[in-house]
């Protein structure tokens, strides 16, 4: 039995979910309204106390065991949600190696280093008579002292060595100094000065609340740069950090929504105004790490970009770049291409608010509330926005400048996960250039290459420890058709353990499977609580890089994780290294689960409608018949996929057999 097992055979699912949610009992189960979307008329939301899952059969129709539950509800990663559930359920936790310990209490150190730093340069912001440039700058603002205190502004003596100083007679040495991105050191001279010097000082928050770094803009009239940012640090990655979210996020979760700005000031005037659903991205382009940490909240996400830089062709000429090179260590301020990834994989809506010339967030919030929420309230979806700014000047009787709009929006299209919009748009862009869609759908263009596979090493990769743990691969023919849980345990083992060896076949498998019209495979499609964590960590390497290697993977898990990647990698490795042929069995396989997971909930349904008209349930019955009437066009649409994919690798099988392939 497994920690989480454990965890769930001695906590009842009815018992915690109870303790927020009001629920009542429909025949052997509970019923009530679901708390991850606004209904009060018909309740949706079921728990089932004989499988001890839970199931929204309205808005979210999401369900899920004990943990997708508490991490859903308290936003919360698997780390925490585990931590939590194991003290409740008096289970005691692997300890941490040694050198963990270590490395916490370093941290923690860091930590208190900059709540420090923070209180220091609050308290000379306040008081210090150097500071009252700092005071008149905030001030002309129009800054109020609740939200100067509330975001803890400070300042930086203009000083080569203040507030190394200062942190030197308190203990605190220089190497530690540095580590906190408080000091810079000169290699050339081995010198060491204060890195903040004569600056507005904004303390920079992860989730929880801690301060992990600051923002520092120039009091100067021609300072650079602009914004000093912290450098990277054990607690400060900006590519996983966003400014404001520690305040924001009840708001966000409220809202249902969150609006990315660009900048510290934009989210402090949001904030004061009373827009409190408002955060800054850190760095130029946005990531999918930061999105990750925003769906704890919502899945709505809208950029607000200016209309100087939004709106520039070359931003937008980029795209094409974007797509066909792997190297992006030039990021661009508006990443249409990414977006548009990032939404199918997060199942996410990310849209996009165009802000007047000349005007930022800061300016329309102060000026007019009401043109702000106008703004909110009209921002585009992602690719509606691009078509939009690709044809404004667009002269339609140039051949040419249509086609190259045309071969930049395409693979934004292309690349859209669900079937029905992404039609809607191949439709959208033929109306914009004015040409038939059938020629639209005639244009061809590269595929974006895969990676090389780095090579693995072999100390990282666990031997078989028996044949009872074969992956679905080994089982007899027969029993690779059953859909039970077992079976579909089984194939998600196989299909982690081939995206652990092969990390870019995940790629291939969500483009084949987008082809036919399915969704990406995300970590709600597996059955285990450190299935579906594993899976999200993977999509969160792969996303700062192309290329990841089981020991990142490795060293990015905790150790519960850790113990069920290594019997992960104890499965049989089939001899199959062929990425096209390995990503076909598994596309196969996840429409099978898919499949399965479906007809199970039908099963269910229908005995549960049965349950609502012995009891009279008339609410209940209202749910069960809407979904008698969708699931089936689920399975329709699944068994059509599959087939589908069938016949393409058969061909593809042919191919190979006669040298073709």
């Not at 797509?323 to 809506?349: P, Y």
């Not at 089936?632 to 040298?659: F, W």
């Amino acid at each position: 039995m497994t920690v989480t097992e454990e965890i769930k055979s001695r906590l009842d699912i009815v018992d915690v979910v109870s303790e927020t949610v009001s629920l009542r009992r429909s025949g052997r189960n509970y019923a009530g309204f679901c708390p991850f979307h606004h209904n009060t008329r018909t309740p949706s939301f079921f728990v089932f106390p004989e499988t001890q899952t839970w199931r929204c059969f309205g808005a979210c129709a999401e369900g899920g065991d004990l943990f997708s539950f508490v991490m859903k509800k308290e936003g919360w990663e698997f780390k925490e949600t585990l931590k939590n559930l194991a003290q409740r359920a008096g289970v005691t936790l692997e300890e941490a190696e040694p050198v963990d310990k270590e490395t916490r209490k370093a941290h923690n150190k860091q930590a208190g280093l900059l709540q420090a730093a923070a209180d220091y340069f609050h308290q000379l912001f306040l008081y210090a008579p150097q500071a009252e440039v700092a005071r008149s700058y905030m001030a002309r603002r129009s800054f109020s002292e609740e939200t100067i205190e509330a975001f803890a502004v400070g300042f930086a003596l203009d000083s080569w060595d203040a507030c190394r100083s200062h942190f030197n007679m308190q203990g605190y040495t220089d190497q530690e100094l540095l580590a906190a991105g408080l000091l810079t050191e000169n290699p050339d001279k081995g010198t060491r000065y204060d890195r903040f010097r004569n600056r507005l000082m904004i303390p920079i928050r992860d989730v929880d609340g801690r301060i992990v770094g600051f923002g520092a803009r120039t009091l100067e009239k021609d300072g650079l740069p602009k914004y000093l940012n912290s450098p990277q640090t054990d607690l400060f990655d900006k590519s996983h950090l966003l400014f404001g979210l520690d305040m924001a996020k009840r708001t966000i979760r409220e809202a249902r929504q969150a609006v990315i700005v660009e900048g510290y000031m934009d989210v402090m005037q949001a904030w004061q105004g009373g827009f409190r659903n408002v955060v800054a991205q850190m760095g130029t382009a946005l990531t999918e790490p930061q999105l990750h940490l925003l769906k704890r909240y919502t899945k709505r996400f809208i950029l607000a970009l200016d209309a100087d830089a939004a709106g520039a062709k070359a931003t937008l000429r980029s795209l094409q770049v974007a797509r066909q090179t792997l190297d992006r260590e030039t990021e661009v301020k508006f990443d249409a291409h990414g977006l548009v990834q990032h939404e199918g994989r997060l199942q996410a809506d990310i849209r996009v608010m165009t802000l007047p010339e000349g005007k930022d967030p800061d300016n329309i919030v102060q000026e007019s509330p009401a043109e702000w929420e106008r703004l909110v309230e009209q921002a585009k979806p992602v690719v509606a926005y691009v078509i939009s700014v690709a044809t404004a000047d667009l002269d339609l009787n140039d051949a040419k400048a249509k086609t190259e709009v045309a071969q930049q929006v395409l693979p934004l299209i292309k690349d859209i996960q669900d079937p029905i919009e992404r039609d809607h748009y191949w439709q959208q862009l033929a109306r914009a250039l004015r040409i038939d869609e059938r020629a639209l759908r005639q244009i061809r263009l590269p595929e974006k290459p895969l990676p090389e596979r780095r090579s693995v090493p072999e100390t990282a990769v666990a031997k078989p420890k028996s044949a009872a743990h074969a992956g679905w691969a080994t089982v007899p023919k027969k029993a690779q058709g059953a859909v039970g849980p077992l079976a579909t345990d089984m194939r998600q083992s196989d299909f982690l353990h081939q995206c652990v060896r092969f990390p870019q076949v995940l790629l291939k498998v969500n483009q084949k499977l987008a082809d036919g019209g399915q969704p990406n495979v995300v970590d709600e499609d597996f059955l285990l609580a450190e299935d579906r964590a594993i899976m999200r960590q993977m999509y969160q390497l792969i996303s700062r890089s192309p290329v990841v290697t089981i020991d990142e993977l490795w060293d990015s898990l905790e150790q519960t994780l850790q113990n069920r990647l290594k019997f992960l990698l104890s499965l049989p490795q089939s001899p199959e290294t062929e990425l096209e042929r390995i990503s076909d069995t598994l596309v196969l396989s996840v429409l099978d689960w898919r499949l399965a997971k479906v007809r199970q909930l039908l099963g269910e349904v229908k005995h549960l409608l049965h349950e609502a008209q012995r009891e009279n349930d008339t609410e209940a019955l209202a749910v069960y018949q809407q979904q008698l009437r969708e699931l089936p066009l689920a399975v329709l649409q699944l068994n059509k996929a599959r087939g589908a994919m069938s016949a393409t690798s058969r061909r593809r099988a042919e191919d190979a057999l006669n040298g073709r392939y």
